[in-house]
């Protein structure tokens, strides 16, 4: 059974930083490519980044610069660091798993990021 779990999420000011963790298990990690998406209240589900299996990222070109995703394989963990943040960051942070097998993938729980003063 596929369980990803994200963490790290919480309140913080403008020009803040934060690091979401997401912890999968049940699966083999290393051959899944992994994403962290959000959702801000009254929108759409959006990317923020990408990472493959194989290491190579991908970002929303307004977060270049500000986000960093990463991946442990050897802790079955992706990462996403966020500086800078702004009050628009505030979302629902979500982490999802896609095997090549299984397109559609697999979605955490989510974990709340607020920013604000």
């Known amino acids: 059974q596929v369980q990803l779990v994200e963490s790290g999420g919480g309140l913080v000011q403008p020009g803040g930083s934060l690091r979401l963790s997401c912890v999968a298990s049940?699966?083999?990690?290393?051959?899944?490519?992994m994403g962290w998406y959000r959702q801000a209240p009254g929108n759409q589900r959006e990317l923020v980044a990408h990472?493959?299996?194989?290491?190579?990222?991908t970002y929303v070109d307004s977060l270049k610069g500000r986000f960093t995703i990463s991946r442990d394989n050897d802790k079955n963990t992706m990462y996403l660091q966020m500086n800078s943040l702004k009050p628009e960051d505030t979302a629902v942070y979500y982490c999802k798993a896609v095997p090549l097998w299984n397109p559609a993938g697999y979605w955490g729980q989510g974990t709340q990021v607020t920013v604000s003063s």
């Open positions: 049940g699966v083999t990690f290393r051959m899944y490519d």
């Open positions: 990472i493959t299996s194989g290491g190579s990222t």
